[in-house]
């Protein structure tokens, strides 16, 4: 299985910081990487894919970079909406995997 | 753009059956993958299975083979997730999501089923 290491777990920012989350795999998943915001109670929903294509209706605050191992989700400046749990996900390979999360919390 | 509606919440006990239901409207149902994604509570998502219902061909997760299976009824635009013998562990959220047609994510979730196994 691809093992998604997300970094880090937690992370406390005020709003209007710029924020920045890894995304590590343990071996290539190409570009086939996706990013999901997740609040409590809900379902996930998806802010990016292919590693830097922003999903439809996406604020152009979120952006998604990166390929092969590292990847990284950055929000250019932190909007009260934006406190949430992130999780990246690759589909490159079956089991398709999730990471850990990284929960965005207020500073 | 579509939308899926699962089945609401269930308690059980342990040792009983469970099929939970996943209802897709608004797209063609047959020709996109639905996939199922737990989460437990206070934890992260783990990608279980997905299928497609246009033949009901099948992937596992090597975590959850065995231990669940899913099927569709194309008919009815509906997956389904079941368990033979559902054990504590099995508590939480269960979310069905669509796959984008041609790629691997998932742009469309349901709004999830709580499984709570208590004796």
């Known amino acids: ?19 920045t989350i890894t995304c590590r795999a343990s ?18 929903n998806l802010l990016i894919y ?7 209706g996406v604020p152009s605050r979120f952006s998604g970079s990166g390929s092969g191992t590292e990847f990284t989700l950055t929000i250019s400046s932190l909007q009260p909406d ?6 990246c996900h690759q589909y490159n390979t079956y089991p398709l995997t999730f990471g850990g999360g990284t929960k965005v919390e207020i500073k | 753009e579509g ?4 089945s609401g919440a269930e308690v059980k006990k342990p040792g009983e059956s469970l099929k939970i239901s996943c209802k897709g409207s608004g797209y063609s149902f047959a020709t ?7 989460q437990m509570p206070g934890k992260g998502l783990e990608w279980m299975a997905i299928i497609y219902p246009g033949d009901s061909d099948t992937r596992y997760s090597p975590s959850f083979q065995g231990q669940v299976t899913i099927s569709a009824d194309k008919s ?3 997956a389904y997730l079941q368990w033979r013998s559902l054990k504590a562990s099995d508590t939480a959220m269960y979310y069905c999501a669509r796959r984008v047609d041609g790629s691997g994510y998932s742009d469309l979730w349901g709004q999830g089923t709580m499984v709570t196994v208590s004796s």
Do not use: M, N
């Not at chain 1, 299985?1 to 924020?19: E, K």
């Open chain 1, 1 to 19: 299985d691809v093992q998604l290491t997300q970094s880090p777990s937690t992370l406390s920012a005020f709003v209007g910081d710029r924020v």
């Open chain 1, 27 to 44: 071996q290539s998943v190409s570009s086939w990487l996706a990013w999901y915001q997740q609040k409590p109670g809900k379902a996930p």
């Open chain 1, 50 to 56: 292919k590693a830097s294509s922003l999903e439809s």
């Open chain 1, 82 to 87: 934006d406190f949430a749990t992130y999780y």
């Open chain 2, 3 to 6: 939308q899926l509606v699962q």
């Open chain 2, 32 to 38: 996109h993958w639905i996939g199922w994604v737990r």
């Open chain 2, 76 to 78: 009815i635009s509906t």
